[in-house]
C-alpha cells in the first residue's frame, strides 16, 4: 500500500520569500507523483508531476519539485511567493501515469503575507 | 484544462434524508469519473471509480449501498448519500477522465460541502 505525509498542515510566509512544502511517501513499488493545488473555491489543479526521466520537474508559474528516491520525498519549492500563490497545496502518489487513482497527502494550506 | 462542475457546491439535509451530487464534465467526455471524500483535517480519500454504462468499484471499507454511485452517460456521474447521518458530514469531491491512455490527466470538481444536521 502506498501513503503520502505532508508534514506541515500551515506554512505562513512573506511575499517575495522562498517557501518549501514537504512531502514524503512511503510505497512499496514505483509510483508515479503530483502536486495539486487548490485555490479557494476551485477544484484541484493539477501543479507538476513527476513520471520519469529528470527527477527535477517544473510548472509553469513558478513552482519545482524534486523527485528523491533514497529520501522517498517530493518536495515542492518556489524561490519568492506571490500573493497568488495562497491556496492549500496537495501532495499525491498513484500506481498510473494518468492521475487515476490518486492517493494524497493531508495537505498543506500556503498563507502568503503581504 | 477540461472543465468538470460539481453541484451543488454546499448542501445541508437532516439525518435519515438522501442527497445527490451531481459531477458534469462540461467540455469532454468523460469515460472514468472518481469519487473522493475529505473529512476535516484529512486527506482526500478515493471512494470509488466509475466508468460509463458499468457499475462502480468501490475502494475497501466504503458502504455501495450507502453511497449510490450513476454513470449514465459520458459527461454526468452522480453519488447519492442514502440516509446520511452527522458523521457523512465531508467535502466530496470528484474528478473525471476522457480515456485511459498514459499521462491522460483526470480534472476535479469544486467539491461539494456535505452538512447533515
Known amino acids: 500500500a502506498q501513503s503520502v505525509t505532508q508534514l506541515d498542515s500551515q506554512v505562513p510566509v512573506f511575499e517575495e520569500a522562498p517557501v518549501e512544502l514537504r512531502c514524503n511517501y512511503s510505497s512499496s513499488v514505483s509510483v508515479y507523483l503530483f502536486w495539486y493545488v487548490q485555490y479557494p473555491n476551485q477544484g484541484l489543479q493539477l501543479l507538476l508531476k513527476?513520471?520519469?526521466?529528470?527527477?527535477l520537474v517544473e510548472s509553469i508559474n513558478g513552482f519545482e519539485a524534486e523527485f528523491n528516491k533514497s529520501q522517498t520525498s517530493f518536495h515542492l519549492r518556489k524561490p519568492s511567493v506571490h500573493i497568488s500563490d495562497t491556496a492549500e497545496y496537495f501532495c499525491a502518489v498513484s500506481r498510473s501515469s494518468n492521475t487515476g487513482k490518486l492517493i494524497f497527502g493531508q495537505g498543506t494550506t500556503l498563507q502568503v503575507k503581504p | 484544462g477540461a472543465v468538470v462542475s460539481q453541484h451543488p457546491s454546499r448542501v445541508i439535509c437532516k439525518s435519515g434524508t438522501s442527497v445527490k451530487i451531481e459531477c458534469r464534465s462540461l467540455?469532454?467526455?468523460?469515460?472514468?469519473m472518481f469519487w473522493y471524500r475529505q473529512f476535516p483535517k484529512q486527506s482526500l480519500m478515493l471512494m470509488a471509480t466509475?466508468?460509463?454504462?458499468?457499475?462502480?468499484?468501490?475502494e475497501q471499507g466504503v458502504e455501495k449501498d450507502k453511497f449510490l454511485i450513476n454513470h449514465a452517460s459520458l459527461t454526468l456521474s452522480t453519488l447519492t448519500v442514502t440516509s446520511a447521518h452527522p458523521e457523512d458530514s465531508s467535502f466530496y469531491i470528484c474528478?473525471?477522465?476522457?480515456?485511459?491512455?498514459?499521462?491522460?490527466?483526470?480534472?476535479f470538481g469544486q467539491g461539494t460541502r456535505l452538512t447533515v444536521v
Open positions: 474528478s473525471a477522465r476522457e480515456g485511459t491512455g498514459r499521462n491522460t490527466e483526470a480534472f
Open positions: 466509475s466508468n460509463e454504462g458499468s457499475k462502480a468499484t468501490y
Open positions: 513527476y513520471l520519469s526521466g529528470s527527477t
Open positions: 467540455d469532454f467526455q468523460a469515460t472514468t
